[in-house]
């Protein structure tokens, strides 16, 4: 639909598109102008997604997972198809890269598809005998319900598929609400779900805010499961909120991600992975690495070389493909970033590039954009807010370090536990301080390799619950003991 050129979406409830009575603004990042109107949905809207949801339910759980799975790869080949139309749709909504959109976030979508469609063809339950009681025992998992699943803006499709396709293939119908900034191919891939076979109200999306829709939807007495992706502050309050009713969550959360170089690093590899573990995606991944400590003996090389690389990560239009990096989600979020780097400064530290540093050309139609050059700070103390807190920015703080026992107290001195990463060429020191680090997942010179078999989640106040692979089919099931005595 359009309203005056701009883009009007629905929500998508029971297999159908219904119109919302108000809208809320979403933002070109890049240009910093409303293109696209999306509902501002509440108690009413998710009541009646719910009810579609809970009606579909019985006959979508009573169907094999090889029907399931085959739902799934469809709607995986449908995305493919459009693949080029998405990315687009992505990166004008988000304000990444189309590179990014391109490579990553679609491809990513349709693999989540296929690769749940596959892995609930494949699990086993347990048996055990009590011959001495004339007793078999064996397990089974069933479906939860309804899942309540809620994603974040900094890869839209991305998150929002690695929710929904483990909790529908595994039996599931779900309620989905993606963020209000990023809600345009979430949209989209509702257009697809009928030609893929989904059943009405299996898959149901309502858009809208968290305080409004995510509200409503996590504290609804008939949806026993959340699934969260964002902020620690929200996590917060949709466990206050969904307490009354012992909901299972999975949360996942943001982090404030060290990585720990040693002297005997590959430098080469170790900063051109670094300058991308900080920067990729506008720094907008809760992955992305946000503290540097390297070891003193090769901090001021490592530095010099570091602020060099960061300063050949190019930031602009994100229709260029040449690009690295391209705008930032929201004037909002712009503005917080940029707050942490005032702040940096106020207190003493120093900025070698980016930030107030180093200018930034863009065409006349862009300057209204929400661009930021990637930074580089130094001097900055550890109990700083600017070293403790998540800026979800392109923006990394660079530490030297004296002793490998200082390292590990230093990287583990903030709430969060999502990620970390390694760089030595001693392999027994690898695995001692991976073993330390206080993170759910720790690469050693490397970042961000996945493999889905394996649970992604962190410690401390980066979430509760993992997902992926088995994880996924534990959450998104319910066991049930059953004993047979013959």
Known sequence: MSNQGKLVLENYIGGKFLPC??????????????????????????????????????????KSPAERAQVLNKLADLLEARLEEFAQAESKDQGKTITAARNVDIPRAVYNFRYFASSILYHTTECSQMDHMGCVNYTIRCPVGVAGLISPWNLP????????????????TVVAKPSEMTSVTAWMMCQLLEEAGF?????????GTGPRAGDALVAHPDVPLISFTGSTSTARVITERSAPYYKKLSLELGGKNPAVVFADADLEECIRTTVRSSFSNQGEICLCTSRIFVEQSIYPQFLAKFVDAARQWKTGVP????????????????????GYVF?????????HCGEGVDTLNLPPQNVGGYFMLPTVITEVKDSSRVMQEEIF????????????????????????????SVWSRDVGRVHRVAKQLQAGMVWTNCWMIRDLNLPFGGMKCSGIGREGGKDSYHFFTEVKSITVKH
């Not at 930032?328 to 712009?334: A, I, Q, R, T, Y």
């Open 157 to 172: 499709l991305y998150l929002l598929t690695w929710k929904i396709a483990p909790a529908v293939a595994l039996g599931n």
């Open 393 to 420: 920015g392109p923006v990394t703080c660079l530490t030297p370090f004296e002793k490998e026992e200082e390292v590990i107290t230093r990287a583990n001195g903030v709430r969060y536990g999502l990620a970390a």
């Open 343 to 351: 702040l940096a400064r106020a207190e003493g530290a120093q900025v």
């Open 21 to 62: 009575k108000k809208h809320i603004d979403s933002f070109n990042p890049s240009i910093g102008e409303v293109y696209c109107r999306v509902p501002d949905s509440g108690a009413e809207e998710v009541e009646a997604a719910v009810t579609a949801a809970k009606e579909a339910f019985p006959s979508w759980s009573a």
């Open 199 to 207: 059943p009405p109200g299996v898959v149901n999306i309502v858009f």
């Open 319 to 338: 229709s260029d493909p040449s690009n690295n990096n391209g705008a930032l989600v929201s004037k909002e979020h712009l503005e917080k970033v940029r």
